[in-house]
T-cell receptor
Framework: DQQVKQNSPSLSVQEGRISILNCDYT??????FLWYKKYPAEGPTFLIS?????DKNEDGRFTVFLNKSAKHLSLHIVPSQPGDSAVYFC????????????FGTGTRLQVTL | GAGVSQSPSNKVTEKGKDVELRCDPI?????LYWYRQSLGQGLEFLIY????????KSGLPSDRFSAERTGGSVSTLTIQRTQQEDSAVYLC????????????FGDGTRLSIL
């Protein structure tokens, strides 16, 4: 039972353009969402998070949007840079579960020149 | 160190052997988590510690898996009688408290069972 889904295994975007990575979840108890970026042979690096009381959170080039009614969140990267090429994981947790994170399977982003 | 440190970075062992994986969290972080990532999969929760106690062991796949944490710091994950399906990257994360705060990950231990 995949509670967090990233349906696009890969995405290719030109440098300077917007990258949009999507994530869907099924567990209505999730109230905290995070995006992590992962390079090969390294651990995931925290990028940005959003609480369910918000619908948008922005940090520099990264913006996360949350649509609770659709159980959908997205990560926008503007402008995309070659160094953004990595695997991006969406994760979620529910209050009272000690922030135990449930991860999606990841989307590999390739930013081309 | 500044980040979460895990050792060894790679471990190759024969089926049936026991292995021990180590995690040194960020100093002062009271919450410590173990996850694993099998090939082509997302990260799967195994266990978490609040201080030295482990209130949630629900993710441990079998009784061959155990973990402990001492002094509120270093944690070890032990896998007994390893099987080929145990091959994965084992990741440790820590956070300041057990609440809605980002977890910071180490680089993992890549475990290969022959």
């Amino acid at each position: 039972d995949q509670q967090v889904k990233q349906n696009s295994p890969s995405l290719s975007v030109q440098e300077g353009r917007i990258s949009i990575l999507n994530c869907d979840y099924t567990n209505s108890m999730f109230d905290y969402f995070l995006w992590y970026k992962k390079y090969p042979a390294e651990g995931p690096t925290f990028l940005i998070s959003i609480s369910s009381i918000k619908d948008k959170n922005e940090d520099g080039r990264f913006t996360v949007f949350l649509n609770k009614s659709a159980k959908h969140l997205s990560l926008h990267i503007v402008p995309s840079q070659p160094g953004d090429s990595a695997v991006y994981f969406c994760a979620a947790s529910a209050s009272g579960t000690a922030s135990k994170l449930t991860f999606g399977t990841g989307t590999r982003l390739q930013v081309t020149l | 160190g500044a980040g979460v440190s895990q050792s060894p970075s790679n471990k190759v062992t024969e089926k049936g052997k026991d292995v021990e994986l180590r995690c040194d969290p960020i100093s002062g972080h009271t919450a410590l988590y173990w996850y694993r990532q099998s090939l082509g999969q997302g990260l799967e929760f195994l266990i978490y510690f609040q201080g030295n106690s482990a209130p949630d062991k629900s993710g441990l796949p079998s009784d061959r898996f155990s973990a402990e944490r001492t002094g509120g710091s270093v944690s070890t994950l032990t896998i007994q009688r390893t099987q080929q399906e145990d091959s994965a990257v084992y990741l440790c994360a820590s956070s300041p408290v057990v609440s809605n705060q980002p977890q910071h990950f180490g680089d993992g231990t890549r475990l290969s069972i022959l």
